[in-house]
Nanobody, 117 residues
Framework: QVQVVESGGGLVQAGGSLRLSCSIS????????MAWHRQAPGKQRELVAS???????NYADSVKGRFTISRDNDKNTVYLQMNSLKPEDTAVYYC???????????WGKGTLVTVSS
C-alpha cells in the first residue's frame, strides 16, 4: 500500500516563505518524475514545478525565480521551497509522482497554502 504524505502548508504573509515536502513510501515501482501542482478555487489545476530523477527541473513562469523544487531519490521525497510568496500563490498544492510503469501515478491529498496580503 503506497503512502503519499505531504506537509508544510499553512498561512503566511505576502513576501514570506514556506517549504513543502512530499514523501512516497511503500512503492514497489521506481519513481521517475516528481512534481508539484496547485489548484485555486474556481481555477484549473496547474503544474507548478517538476523534477526528473536526474534532478532536472522545470517551473511555471509564474513561479520562476521564487520557487525551487528538489528531491531526495533515496527517500523518495520531493520538496518545494517557496519564497517571496504572493496572494496569487494561494491554492491547494498537490505532489505527484510518475513511476516506470505506464499509468501508475501517485498523488498526494493536497496541502493548503494561504498567502495573506
Amino acid at each position: 500500500q503506497v503512502q503519499v504524505v505531504e506537509s508544510g502548508g499553512g498561512l503566511v504573509q505576502a513576501g514570506g516563505s514556506l517549504r513543502l515536502s512530499c514523501s512516497i513510501s511503500q512503492s514497489i515501482f521506481v519513481i521517475n518524475d516528481m512534481a508539484w501542482h496547485r489548484q485555486a478555487p474556481g481555477k484549473q489545476r496547474e503544474l507548478v514545478a517538476s523534477i526528473t530523477r536526474g534532478h532536472s527541473s522545470n517551473y511555471a513562469d509564474s513561479v520562476k525565480g521564487r520557487f525551487t523544487i528538489s528531491r531526495d531519490n533515496d527517500k523518495n521525497t520531493v520538496y518545494l521551497q517557496m519564497n517571496s510568496l504572493k496572494p496569487e500563490d494561494t491554492a491547494v498544492y498537490y505532489c505527484a509522482a510518475k513511476t516506470t510503469v505506464a499509468g501508475v501515478d501517485y498523488w498526494g491529498k493536497g496541502t493548503l497554502v494561504t498567502v495573506s496580503s
